[in-house]
């Protein structure tokens, strides 16, 4: 197994589009020619666009993007420009008179990070589809990632910054990565070192973490005091997959929210995987699977690492990096 760009895999387009100074933005994931799609929601909170299409029993046979927001359920605005661009260029289903693409997205919450009244829409939505396979592909405090922040069981004075991450692997010809906005209610843990990278800051403590231990305390509470969350992200790979196969793989792929998030998948958090297969590579579904899965972990990791600070919250990079 070697690790390798997401964007190296064929047939997928990634662009972000941004306002640093709200703190929010958007990502895409564009498939020209199509790809079979599944999506699997596992978060209480969840802010989505065209995901019942995606059921199997549907007739829905392929989508031309994914879209990852900030903006809470305002972001799902940001889809019309993707819409737009997508027919510009001739990408989705022929109806004879246009072409109508079929977009599918997710949102995160993140209004208390920057101007809460500054949202993605559809010409930052477009911007990003302009960007895709054009500038550097980009992790941490951009895109979707741009408001994230992950911690908050203690409130906004003692969370950290989340971000986007992407992760890839290639077994043979088969390839399969991610593309993940971390926004959570929990923290972040590295599994092989056992190590928080990214949480909740409590007094008196150097490091981050104990969100999970904090809730179970606060068992009595039945408030929404954790408000404002979500992992939201795309698992893309040449893998040929049928529709069912692409559902289950996306259901497959919260094992690496799982294992980096604790909590993973709470009442408050809106967790949501898509998964694009364009069909090049046979393969065993559990192959992809474990590749999908271990991409998914990584890119978490990835999108706390390379976050920035952002909107008075600290980063990775401040709290062990610079500190330490």
């Known amino acids: 197994m070697e ?11 990634i662009g972000h589009a941004q306002n ?3 703190a929010t933005g958007c990502t895409v994931v564009i498939c020209e020619k199509g790809a079979v799609a599944g999506v699997d929601v596992r978060g209480g909170s969840p802010g989505t666009r065209e995901t019942d299409a995606l059921d199997p029993v549907n007739n829905r046979k392929e989508v031309h993007a994914v879209l990852l927001a900030g903006g809470s359920a305002f972001g799902l605005d940001a889809a019309g420009g993707v819409m737009r661009y997508l027919e510009e260029h001739r990408i989705g289903r022929d109806v ?14 993140d209004l208390k990070c920057g101007n809460a009244m500054v949202r993605p829409d559809a010409e930052m939505g477009y911007l990003a589809c302009r960007n895709a396979g054009v500038l550097p592909l980009e992790e941490g405090s951009v895109g979707a990632g741009t408001g994230c922040t992950v911690g908050k069981t203690l409130g906004k004075t003692h969370a950290m910054k989340g971000g986007i991450g992407t992760c890839a692997f290639r077994q043979g010809d088969l390839m399969v990565g991610a593309v993940i906005a971390v926004n959570c209610v929990g923290d972040i843990c590295d599994r092989e070192s056992g190590k928080i990278l990214a949480g909740v800051l409590q007094d008196g403590h150097p490091f981050p973490g ?3 231990e904090i809730i179970v305390s606060s068992y009595q509470s039945t408030a929404d005091f954790f408000s404002g969350n979500t992992v ?3 698992v893309i790979t040449n893998a040929k997959l049928e529709k069912a196969q692409a559902k289950k793989l996306a259901s497959v792929s919260h094992n690496g929210i799982a294992r980096a998030v604790r909590p993973a998948h709470s009442v408050f958090d809106g967790d949501t995987l898509f998964t694009l297969c364009s069909g090049e590579v046979a393969a065993n579904f559990d192959a992809v699977g474990i590749l999908s899965a271990y991409a998914v972990e990584q890119a978490i990791l990835q999108a706390v690492k390379k976050a920035t600070s952002l909107g008075g919250y600290p980063s990775y990079q401040d709290v062990f990096v610079k500190s330490y």
């Open 96 to 109: 004879e008179v246009t072409c109508v693409p079929n977009v599918s997205g997710a949102i995160l919450f």
């Open 210 to 212: 104990g969100s999970e």
């Open 3 to 13: 690790k390798i760009s997401v964007t190296q895999i064929p047939g997928f387009q």
């Open 232 to 234: 939201i992200g795309c």
């Open 20 to 22: 640093l100074e709200a």
